[in-house]
């Protein structure tokens, strides 16, 4: 394959959203020339990206049909699209097959730190931490008004089932937890897991749901005020211990103005997110006491960001060798 370079299996990457710094050097010592820094959508479509042979990307760079497009000339342009992480919404798929371009992502390499995030955020919300330590900076003492609920004993619906959803399921049954999951793409299940046919069943059983799914046109706003109002409100254990939801999935399967309404009603009595419809984000779940968020950073330690640095580390040098990965998400040859 030639690249733009001109040199025999070395080429240049930019990488708009960084980029852990061992990656960063081994790539450099093996000849490949690296730009780090954001391009913008309007660069993007004025080509900014097409003097490059690859891109790596996060979460931060949105690669729509337009965009691919600019970013391929007649004599070359990106061949290579890395998606640094395990959701691939911000690239069109079918634009990339249509140009050539092989894209592939880093799906098991950030599992064991959103597998955390996910088991911290439901802690937090069951047990008012996040409450309680904004409480504490206010200069009260409110500790008469903030009586949390374990998680054990009570039932946890998990909303897809893939490596995550089934970490999250082994360690939460640990705690005690009923497991119950509805994921269309998936028959079976291991244990004492409850499988369902329809989504429904998942919201009318279970008092904690934890969303693991992708975004698509069928999952967006799957989480409405129809849905969490079939939420039972009283655990299997028969506590009073109400609702609870969490995503560090993707922003837009929970509709945040319906959630917002679900907390002020007491529909919901927590609301944990990871990630949000628009970022940064900036609406008025911030000011209800029963929601929690963190910015996006699910996949943010230093041992994720270093285990999906090396593995598309290893994709770059395979396809700047071959031409072609084994692993792409688009199956070019």
Known sequence: MQ?????????RIAVTDGMDEKTIAFLE??????????????????????IFDAVVIRSATKLCAELI???????GGIRFIGRAG???????????TEHGIVVCNTPGSSTRSVVEMTIGHLLSSTHNISSADRSLRRGEWAKKDLKGSEIGGKRLGLIGFGRIAREVARIATEFGMEIHVYDPYVTEAPGSIQM??????????????SIHCNLTEETRHLVNSKRISMMPGIGLDGSNCGNHIVSCARGGI???DAAAHA??????RTLALDVFENEPYDGSLIDHEGFHGSPHI?????EAQSRIGLEMASLLVEFFETGVTSTSINNIQ
């Not at 497009?69 to 004599?75: E, G, H, I, R």
């Open 263 to 268: 907390l002020e009603s007491g529909a919901l």
């Open 69 to 75: 497009s600019a970013s391929v000339t007649k004599d």
């Open 298 to 302: 699910s996949a943010s330690t230093i």
């Open 196 to 209: 369902h046919d329809e989504i429904d069943g998942i919201f009318q059983k279970c008092t904690h749901i």
């Open 254 to 256: 929970v509709d945040e």
């Open 86 to 96: 395990v959701g691939v919404d911000n690239i069109d798929i079918d634009a990339a």
């Open 3 to 11: 690249l733009n370079t001109g040199v025999e299996n070395m080429g």
């Open 29 to 50: 010592s093996a000849g490949h020339e690296l730009e780090l820094r954001h391009h913008t959508f309007e660069e993007i479509l004025d080509g900014s990206l097409a």
